[in-house]
């Protein structure tokens, strides 16, 4: 699975608008449709999305109707469940795994009408918006976090497909580590998938046993979380939600996808007929990124300095992908003092110097 990004996003605002539609006249309630790539109870991405649908039933109450369907498998099974929500009058629809890009281009042909948007794709149409998180910068944090914590100077990294927003992420936490401990290594497995938890769980398991002491995943389920638990010396990070059921210990703090504002941002431009097709790349300024609470396994003087760096990228005074940095191959990708654009890390395909694994085409 490959992806290049068309992310053409403003490092200020990250929205860019285009020519504006208005919204269906109808009677009653706005209708509203989510498709889910995961079950809503994985704790996970699929359970933050939900949370999103959640606060806009609160915000809007009876002036929207909304639906989801959940564990809905990327490819002919997503396109047939968005066609569904379509014939049943849903005018909204949010579909929220990337592999539903495709099948989103095909069903908003058919239905010019309904307005989607498409989480984490590139593609876009006068009915098709875009929107995804910088989650690396969460990345960058953690693997602050793991190069001062491991023991071992062995990280590892669960990752579900080999496209850039993963491997941005694989990136920013190796680079982050190694800047705080030059001894640190990084092993990455594959699940090549989004949720699977029993795969999720033997990645986990595999990198515990070649003595990975800090472990990080973008994948879906809190398997490696319990993984972790079991082994009792190792430390995790929450991904997409909280994951606070397994603090203080082995999750010492999380990234988490907040979902929420956008949705309510978009659904009140439905409803006020401003909608249009957007490109939206949020990150920790925009509250799109969060990271939770660090707990007291933390020594104070590492919380200290992982809050540091999260309020520096905050205020726009840090970026992680600063020069100079090297691709795995030893080519200069960033000169001294060079930060990285949208459209470089959008289309990033290539591991930076220092991890040895070899990135899957």
Known sequence: MKRRSFLTTSAAATVLATAGLPALAQDGPLKI?????????????????????RAIVEKFGDQVETKFIESVPEGPDAERALTSLALEGNTMIFATSFGYMDPVMNVAAKFPNVMFEHATGYKRADNVATYDAKFFQGRAIQGTIAGRMTKSNKIGYIGSFPIPEVVQGINAAYI?????????????????????PAKEADAAAALIADGVDVLMQHTDSTAPQAKAQEAGNVITFGQASDMSGFAPMPRVTSTIDNWAPYY??????????????TA??????????????????????????????????????????????????????????????DAALASMDFYLEGITAELPK
């Open 33 to 53: 449709g989510f498709i889910y790539v995961g079950p809503v109870g994985d704790m996970g991405w699929s359970y933050q999305h939900e949370q999103g649908r």
């Open 176 to 196: 982050h580590a190694k800047k705080v401990n030059p001894d640190v290594e990084m092993s990455v497995v594959w699940a090549y998938s989004w949720f699977d």
């Open 264 to 277: 309510i941002e978009r659904v009140q431009a439905m409803l006020d007929g401003t909608w249009s097709s």
């Open 280 to 341: 939206t790349w949020g990150g920790i300024d925009t509250g799109m990124v969060e990271i939770g609470e660090m707990t007291d396994a933390l020594p104070s003087e590492v919380i200290e300095e992982a809050t540091a760096m999260k309020d520096a990228i905050a205020a726009g005074e840090y970026h992680p992908f600063t020069g100079p940095l090297k691709k795995q191959d030893g080519t200069v990708w960033l000169a001294d003092g060079e930060v990285a654009d």
